[in-house]
């Protein structure tokens, strides 16, 4: 009897602190993924600006997911070192849901993971439409600023900027100006020199692919955390039931003789 104890005693310890590792592992993961979400909203808000904040979607998502783990984390911490049973199943219920959700929303990505292109060109054609040097600040600085630091001009090529649609070409037009000319950021900087159409001066690199490159960035990284946290999330899952029961069987470490 007094080995089967000492047997109980010392699985139990190996199950809490390797469930307390795993808690706390996720728990970090969780702070990983609300940092990246920050990261992503403040300093690529011009990505989001172009694209008629539409890209916003993107960093909430990861700071709610983050939000979410780390809470999630910690309820199994606390209820790992304190061997309280509900807690512990409000822990592996909340991570199975979690790891459910993780499965659906990546089968779904990846189901309408082509529309993702359609969607951010839908998103900058209707801000390129609006760019205006009196009006709409954000849209006008937001291009201007991707344009310079990325080297690129227009959604897919320069010659969207001249379209009868766009404010820009519509300013050009009523003020008798010359429909060639481009946005000054669409070519390199230099003095006294207007930024045209003709010719191989100005950029061009799609501003399209950019951001999409830039979206395809960050998802990868979305992909790979999700790929390490639902691993972990199987070890939580596992050794929290297998806690839980041992609990139930044989109470509180601090119970046996």
């Not at 109980?8 to 809490?16: C, G, L, P, V, Y």
């Not at 469930?19 to 300093?43: E, H, M, P, Q, R």
């Not at 630091?149 to 404010?167: F, I």
């Not at 230099?190 to 950019?210: E, I, L, M, P, W």
Request: charged share 15%; net charge positive; proline share 1%.
């Amino acid at each position: 009897m007094a080995k089967t104890l000492m047997d109980i005693r010392q699985s139990r310890r190996i199950m809490k602190w390797a469930l307390f590792f795993f808690n706390l592992l996720f728990w970090v993961l969780g702070i990983s993924v609300f940092a990246v979400g920050i990261y992503v909203k403040t300093d690529h808000s011009d990505y989001a600006t172009i694209m008629n904040e539409q890209g916003n979607g993107y960093s909430v998502v990861l700071i709610s997911v983050g939000v979410i783990v780390m809470v999630v984390g910690l309820v199994g911490c606390v209820g790992t070192l304190r061997e309280n049973r509900i807690l512990l199943v409000v822990y592996a219920s909340a991570v199975a849901l979690i790891f459910l959700l993780e499965c659906a929303a990546g089968g779904l990505g990846y189901q309408f993971r082509h529309k993702l292109q359609q969607h951010v060109i839908g998103g900058m054609n209707s801000t390129i439409i609006q760019f205006d040097y009196t009006n709409n600040n954000n849209i006008r600085n937001a291009w201007r600023s991707v344009q310079t630091q990325r080297e690129c001009c227009g959604v897919v090529n320069a010659d969207d900027w001249l379209h009868n649609d766009t404010t820009w070409s519509i300013q050009h037009t009523e003020a008798g100006q010359s429909m060639d000319e481009l946005p000054p950021t669409c070519c390199p900087m230099a003095a006294n020199q207007t930024c045209v159409f003709t010719g191989s001066r100005h950029f061009h690199k799609s501003c399209y692919g950019v951001v999409y490159e830039n979206l395809q960035k960050h998802w990868k990284t979305l992909a790979g955390t999700a790929i390490a946290v639902a691993c972990i999330q199987l070890v939580g899952i596992a050794l929290s039931v297998v806690l839980s029961e041992s609990i139930r069987k044989y109470g509180r470490y601090s119970q046996f003789g």
